[in-house]
C-alpha cells in the first residue's frame, strides 16, 4: 500500500530523518513508537506529502508519488485515499458536525448532497455519535472531537489511515473511546499507520511495531518481538521509561 525507499527529511542543517526503507501492506496495522523528536511525526507526514522529503521514495501501491516528473503524479487525488487524523482534531469549528462530514465528499468528490448526509449518518453511527450531527466542534469533548474527526476522515473512504498521536490531546477518560474507534477499524481491516505511546494499544492492536529513534527505524517487529523481546539497546531503555 505504501512503500519508502532510502526516505530523508532535512530542515535546514537539521537532519530529521535519515533514511527510511519500508513497507506498509494492505490491511496491516502498523503502530510507530519512540522518543519525542525522533521523526515519527515527520516521517507519518511524508507518507501523503505533506512534508516532501529531501531524498528518496514515497510510493503509494505502485505511484512513487514524489516523482519529479510532478505531472504525472496528481498528489491531491492520491491524498483522497489517504485519511489523515492529526492530534488536535482540526475540524472546521463553524460548522456542524455534519457539515464537517459532507464537505469533502461533496466538493472533492462530487457526491450529491443526500448520498454525503445518509454516509456521514452511518460514520457517526459507526463512531458512535449519531445524536451530534447538528452540534458544532465547540460544544464536544475531546475524546468526541476526535471521533468526529476519524469519521470525517472516513468519509473520503480512504484506503489506508494515518493517525499521528490520535489521543496525546485527550483527557485520560476519553482516550478509550478514540482507541476503541481505531480498534475496529483495525478489526475491519483498514490499513493503518499509528504514531502512539499508547503502549498497551499498539501491543494488542498493530500487527508490527517499529521503533524509531534518531531518524531511522531502530528496530521493528511483532508487538511480541518489541514488547517481550527487544534486541535493540536503545528500544529497551525507552521501553523501561515508558512501560
Ligand atoms: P516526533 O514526532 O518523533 O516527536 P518530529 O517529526 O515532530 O518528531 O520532529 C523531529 C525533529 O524535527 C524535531 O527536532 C523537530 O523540532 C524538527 N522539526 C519538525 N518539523 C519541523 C519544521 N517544520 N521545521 C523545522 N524543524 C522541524
Ligand atoms: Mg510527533
Not at 463512531?127 to 465547540?138: F, T
Amino acid at each position: 500500500m505504501l512503500k519508502t525507499v532510502d526516505l530523508h527529511k532535512s530542515f535546514g542543517d537539521l537532519e530529521v530523518l535519515k533514511g527510511i526503507n519500508t513497507e506498509i501492506h494492505k490491511g496491516e496495522v502498523v503502530a510507530i513508537i519512540g522518543p519525542s523528536g525522533s521523526g515519527k511525526s515527520t516521517f507519518i507526514r511524508c507518507l501523503n506529502l505533506l512534508e516532501e522529503p529531501t531524498k528518496g521514495q514515497v510510493f503509494f501501491k505502485d505511484t512513487d508519488i514524489t516523482s519529479k516528473a510532478k505531472k504525472e503524479v496528481d498528489i491531491d487525488k492520491v491524498r483522497e485515499h489517504i485519511g489523515m487524523v492529526f492530534q488536535h482534531f482540526n475540524l472546521f469549528p463553524h460548522m456542524s458536525v455534519l457539515d464537517n462530514l459532507t464537505l469533502a465528499p461533496i466538493k472533492i468528490k462530487g457526491m450529491s448532497e443526500q448520498a454525503a448526509k445518509e454516509q456521514a449518518i452511518e460514520l457517526l453511527k459507526k463512531v458512535g455519535l449519531e445524536e451530534k450531527k447538528d452540534a458544532y466542534p465547540n460544544n464536544l469533548s475531546g475524546g468526541q472531537k476526535q471521533r468526529v474527526a476519524i469519521a470525517r476522515a472516513l468519509a473520503m473512504n480512504p484506503e489506508v489511515m494515518l493517525f499521528d498521536e490520535p489521543t496525546s490531546a485527550l483527557d485520560p477518560e476519553m482516550v478509550k473511546e478514540v482507541l476503541n474507534v481505531i480498534k475496529s477499524l483495525a478489526q475491519s481491516k483498514m490499513t493503518i499507520v499509528i504514531v502512539t505511546h499508547e503502549m498497551g494499544f499498539a501491543k494488542e492492536v498493530a500487527d508490527r511495531v517499529m521503533f524509531m529513534d534518531e531518524g531511522i527505524i531502530m528496530e521493528e517487529g511483532t508487538p511480541d518481538e518489541i514488547f517481550n523481546h527487544p534486541k535493540n539497546q536503545r528500544t529497551k531503555e525507552f521501553l523501561d521509561k515508558v512501560m
